[in-house]
């Protein structure tokens, strides 16, 4: 394996990681490197994150706690267009089976052009193009096409609350619902009606992907004793680029599609004017992977001047 096909793997698994923090939202988030037996190596993942910074798919801010202790935490604002060129890139690219100095190339020019004529630009959109419509696309069955039809509700005793709820991300598309703390069913954003109906591929709507953003936010509250951010309408507005009239709607239609789901008659958010920001009355818990206790901690030197080389002196020429 060559250094570039070692960056361009290490690159697509930092870029994994960074999806799963940011739970497919736009916006800003904290991303925090980890060490474990599947990541790159720490250094390398604070270059990759200055590439990636250099090809404009997110603005990098370092975390520093203290002059003693090197960031492990960093702010990232992502761009998400152009985050999720590169991520589809270096994943269908891999899966072609390109070789790693050829996709390093291909992202370089494709966000980097040294202007709009230059040949190598026009070669790597060309190719960016070859590489979407080669790609096989699973035919949709007449079940996928309806996807946004509510295929799930529960039978709960008439009189529950909305606070014998919890609702827990197994992951970005399943969860697991709770009624008074046991299993009452295992779900999906498919069965339960909330994938967009205009996509080929499955994606999840605005009212999953708030969801998904609330239970980072309040278990990140119940664990910290306070909010990262607190979901007004404004703060959701600004993550979710969208404009503040749509977060209201957005909320709305989630209401009412939960009391359709669970039963429950009442709205399953408290009052906006009492709390000051958006607040289930039930649980919700993040998937796993955000589920953390405190900060991962390391005792790697940390160099903010370092060069964007990654993992062999070899790398030290790549095109510019």
């Not at 800003?28 to 590439?51: C, M, S, V, W, Y």
């Not at 891999?94 to 370089?108: F, S």
């Not at 953390?292 to 790549?318: A, F, M, Q």
């Amino acid at each position: 394996m060559t250094p570039y096909d070692e960056f361009i793997r290490d690159t697509y698994w930092l870029m994994q990681a960074i999806l799963k923090e940011a739970l497919a939202v736009p916006g800003e988030i904290e991303f925090t490197l980890i060490e474990n037996k599947n990541a790159p190596p720490l250094t390398t993942q604070r270059n990759i994150l200055r590439a990636l910074e250099d090809w404009h798919a997110f603005k990098l801010q370092p975390k520093v706690f203290s002059s003693e202790n090197p960031p492990m935490v960093f702010r990232l604002n992502i761009k998400q267009k152009r985050f999720e060129e590169l991520l589809y890139l270096f994943e269908n690219g891999t899966k072609l089976n390109m070789a790693g100095d050829d996709l390093y190339e291909l992202a370089h020019r494709y966000v980097r052009p040294s202007s709009d004529n230059d040949p190598r630009r026009l070669e790597a959109w060309e190719v960016m193009h070859r590489i979407k419509k080669d790609m096989p696309v699973a035919p949709e069955s007449k079940k996928d096409t309806d996807s946004n039809s509510l295929r799930a509700t529960f039978e709960i005793p008439p009189d529950t609350q909305w606070s014998a709820i919890v609702i827990k991300f197994e992951n970005k598309f399943d969860i697991e619902i709770l009624l008074k703390g046991k299993h009452l069913a295992s779900s999906n954003a498919d069965e339960l009606g909330f994938i967009k109906t205009a996509t080929k591929a499955k994606t999840v709507d605005k009212q999953w992907q708030l969801l998904q953003y609330l239970s980072v936010i309040y278990y990140a509250k119940n664990k910290q004793g306070e909010m990262m951010v607190e979901p007004t309408i404004e703060n959701l507005a600004r993550s979710l680029k969208v404009s503040k009239d749509a977060v209201m709607k957005t909320k709305e239609k989630l209401s009412k599609h939960l009391q359709k789901i669970f039963s429950i008659s009442g709205d399953p958010f408290e009052s906006y004017a009492d709390a000051g920001y958006y607040q289930t009355k039930f649980t919700l818990t993040p998937e796993p992977d955000l589920r953390r206790e405190e900060v991962w901690e390391s005792g790697l030197p940390y160099n903010d001047n370092i060069k964007h080389s990654y993992l062999d002196d070899d790398l030290e020429k790549l095109p510019e």
